[in-house]
């Protein structure tokens, strides 16, 4: 199916351990984002790339490593997980980069760290 | 300090009624985009707007971009159940998109 779909929707860890969270879109868009979203904080960017090999940091990069090895996935590892890491995350695509491109939204994972 | 406030944060009214919410900034944007979020969803594009004083409308939504494009507004116009969920505007700054809060509308049957 076309799209982008993110895996696992839910995730329960504790404190310490690694965790990866998967993204995955078919449309063979160049930029693809990951951003948290807290209550009181809104839709923050962590990480976000341009191409394969190519990435960067958003707003809260603190706590978190992307790879882009393949141009159609996007993984989050949280190397250490902290309680302050419980959220909800989304993974986006968009053709470009820019204020006037759509971006499209996976379903997100909730994640809870104990 | 936020770069886009959105008010109300919370709205909640009975169906028929009309509403405007409201995306405010001190900043002037190129572009300025409306995304609506449903529970257990990622949030779904509505509307770009680019010209200062532009005014787009999708079905009874009405938006509209100020002249100095540094806010924005969305009005609904008869209100019905589906509308109800998470309204968010975003904004380019530096070639990065930055997204308020957001508005949490209820849509009450």
């Known amino acids: 199916d076309a799209g982008i779909t993110q895996s696992p929707r839910y995730k329960i860890t504790e404190t310490g351990r690694q965790v990866t969270l998967m993204c995955h879109q078919t449309w063979s868009h160049s930029y693809m984002f990951w951003y948290r979203q807290d209550l009181g904080h809104g839709l923050r960017l962590i990480y976000y790339?341009?191409?394969?090999?190519?990435?960067d940091k958003g707003e809260v990069p603190d706590g978190y490593v992307v790879s882009r090895s393949k141009t159609e996935n996007f993984p989050l590892t949280l190397e250490s997980a902290t309680r302050s890491q419980t959220s909800v995350y989304f993974c986006a695509s968009s053709e470009r980069r820019g204020g006037a491109d759509t971006q499209y939204f996976g379903p997100g994972t909730r994640l809870t760290v104990l | 300090t936020q770069l886009l406030e959105q008010s109300p944060q919370f709205l909640s009214i009975q169906e028929g009624e009309n509403l405007t919410v409201y995306c405010n900034s001190s900043?002037?944007?190129?572009?300025l985009q409306w995304y609506r979020q449903e529970p257990g969803e990622g949030p779904v594009l509505l509307v770009t707007?680019?010209?200062?004083?532009e005014v787009k409308k999708l079905k009874r939504l009405t938006f509209q971009f100020g002249d100095a494009r540094k806010d924005s507004s969305l009005h609904i116009t008869a209100a019905q159940p589906g509308d109800t969920g998470l309204y968010l505007c975003?904004?380019?700054?530096?070639?990065?998109?930055?997204f308020g809060k957001g508005t949490r509308l209820h849509i009450l049957p």
């Open positions: 975003a904004a380019n700054r530096d070639d990065k998109i930055i």
């Open positions: 707007v680019v010209t200062g004083g």
């Open positions: 790339s341009a191409a394969a090999d190519i990435t």
């Open positions: 900043s002037v944007f190129s572009s």
